[in-house]
């Protein structure tokens, strides 16, 4: 027999994954919720064992393991080659496990996210609706959602919020395949809790994740322009001129979307009813990735309250060049992405981990 690469190897650990987890796609309501309910106690056990700096840092690619070694198919050590990995994986065999669907993120985002639980909504297997047999794409059933895709209006998925392969591939195209430690220590963080946030899903093409990444060219998949798309919904409702010419049609691309995203957003109010871009902050852990305005007095209490202002520009100039050239350019605004998007997942991840250790 041939030696295989290690490529070759994963695919064959990939295809005995779903050979063995998948001998029925047909899952009753009773087994789906018996599967659902040990996963969840099974990840909860392993959350209470960890340190929040460990969970913060924690790839969850390296969740995907073998059947029958449990060690993990991803266990690469260096982390870009473990990303490209896992990336191509999905590519040639379309294999069901994302990091930011994954059972730890979903039960994490129920447990530091409120909102996400609103109208009864609960951990589900992740369904594609447009298929013939919902769990086509899932057949692993390694990718979960919060809410009924058949009960409630849309459910919420995870969103990888900066991506890898996009800033780094531009900087090889320019610099060469020699990677400085910030870009490799991005690749280390782009699939931990820091880097996902919630996010609306209706169906295909009335949804918010892929729009903002596939043949966008003016979000381009960073989460600074989809920061400030947001930003300006709020601004606009509050009856004050947007910055910039960018919207939330220029990140979803359709009006049905964009409703879609609207109903999200209309969860983050203030005391008296009014649409709250700070609460949208906070709500949502970003505060890493805004810029803050000013302390102000704010409750009857006195107790200060924190004021946002913009979001932060991943690099400098991002929000005056973007519709002309949409990547860093040069050494200098590489490294600036690279270490300002470093700092905020690692930073934000620690922050949602404190809170989620404290909740369970």
């Avoid at 409703?259 to 709500?283: C, T």
Wanted: charged fraction near 30%; charge should be negative.
């Amino acid at each position: 027999m041939e030696n295989m690469t290690g490529n070759e190897n994963i695919i064959k650990n990939i295809n005995e994954n779903i050979n063995k987890r998948s001998a029925t796609l047909e899952l009753s309501k009773e087994e789906s919720d018996k599967y659902i309910a040990e996963s969840i106690i099974r990840t909860d056990e392993k959350l209470k064992s960890h340190t929040a700096v460990e969970l913060a840092v924690y790839d969850s690619k390296l969740d995907v393991k073998e059947v029958e070694t449990g060690k993990s198919i991803y266990d690469i050590e260096n982390p870009y080659e473990r990303f490209l990995a896992y990336r191509n994986d999905n590519s040639l065999l379309g294999i069901s496990f994302e990091g930011d669907v994954s059972i730890r993120t979903m039960y994490i985002f129920t447990q530091i996210f409120p909102y996400v639980r609103n109208e009864g909504r609960e951990i589900e297997l992740y369904k594609s609706l447009s298929s013939k047999n919902p769990l086509d794409h899932n057949k692993l059933k390694l990718k979960f959602e919060i809410g009924d895709a058949y009960r409630h209006d849309f459910v919420y998925r995870g969103d990888t919020m900066n991506s890898c392969a996009g800033t780094v591939n531009a900087y090889i195209r320019r610099y060469g395949k020699k990677l400085p430690d910030a870009a490799l220590e991005f690749a280390a963080l782009t699939h931990t809790i820091g880097n996902y946030t919630p996010i609306p899903y209706k169906k295909r093409g009335v949804e918010f994740n892929s729009p903002r990444g596939f043949n966008n060219y003016k979000i381009n998949d960073y989460w600074d322009l989809t920061l400030l798309a947001i930003y300006n919904w709020f601004l606009e409702k509050n009856g004050k001129i947007p910055k910039y010419n960018l919207g939330l049609v220029d990140v979803v691309k359709n009006k049905e979307s964009v409703q879609l995203v609207e109903k999200w957003l209309e969860n983050f109010k203030d005391d008296k009813g009014k649409y709250s871009w700070d609460k949208f902050v906070s709500d949502n852990f970003m505060e890493e990735f805004v810029e803050l305005v000013e302390l102000a007095e704010g409750s009857n209490n006195g107790e200060n309250k924190e004021i946002f202002g913009m979001p932060m520009e991943l690099w400098d100039g991002h929000f005056d060049s973007f519709e002309d050239y949409n990547r860093p350019s040069t050494e200098e605004e590489f490294t600036q992405f690279f270490t300002r998007v470093n700092e905020a997942i690692k930073t934000r991840g620690i922050r949602m981990c404190e809170r989620l250790l404290a909740e369970i």
